[in-house]
């Protein structure tokens, strides 16, 4: 507004000096192209500012609302994005402990079934080893066993086979009366 009013005051006096040099000397052309283009300049100045204010003054509040809108836009954006960083980080931190919970109670399980796994093993070698122990002694007993069954029958072999070659009339009476002596005796 003060620059159309400075516009004004300007083209007025470049008026005023224009009607007295018409009166002093009639109408003529300006050759001072300085002065005439100054003139010419403020005259579109003055119409531009005059015709071109209200388009300016829209354009550039349109311009203005849409900037503050985008910033606006542009902070609440930065607000969400914020807030929603913020959670994921809540739910990061969470899920990490979770997993430590799960890592720590894994080891422990893990802990856990090893010396249960080691007891048993421990109590398994020793219900084998006295298997084995009783294995053997049985399998040593058999053996015993077996063994004295076949002297017993090499035994009774042998005396079968001697025993007629030994035993003649006279050793059978000896023998009779000997073991009639000692039941006897014992009665």
Known sequence: ????????????????????????????????????????????????VYFGRSFLGKTLSTRR?????????????????????AEQQQKLAQAQEEAAKIRASATEAANAARAEILAKAEQDMIRMRETASQELNSEQE??????????????????????????????QRNLVNRSIAMIGGAQ
């Open 142 to 171: 058999r053996v015993i066993n077996e063994l004295r069954q076949r002297v017993v029958a090499l035994a009774l072999q042998k005396v079968e086979a001697e025993l007629p070659t030994r035993l003649n009339d006279e050793s």
């Open 1 to 48: 507004m003060e620059i159309f009013m400075r516009l004004a005051t300007g083209a007025s006096l470049l008026a005023m000096e224009a009607a007295e040099e018409a009166e002093a000397g009639g109408f003529g052309i300006n050759t001072n192209l300085l002065e005439a283009n100054v003139i010419n300049l403020l005259i579109v100045i003055g119409l531009l």
């Open 65 to 85: 609302t849409n900037v503050e809108t985008a910033i606006r836009e542009s902070e609440e954006r930065k607000k969400k994005a914020a807030a929603a960083l």
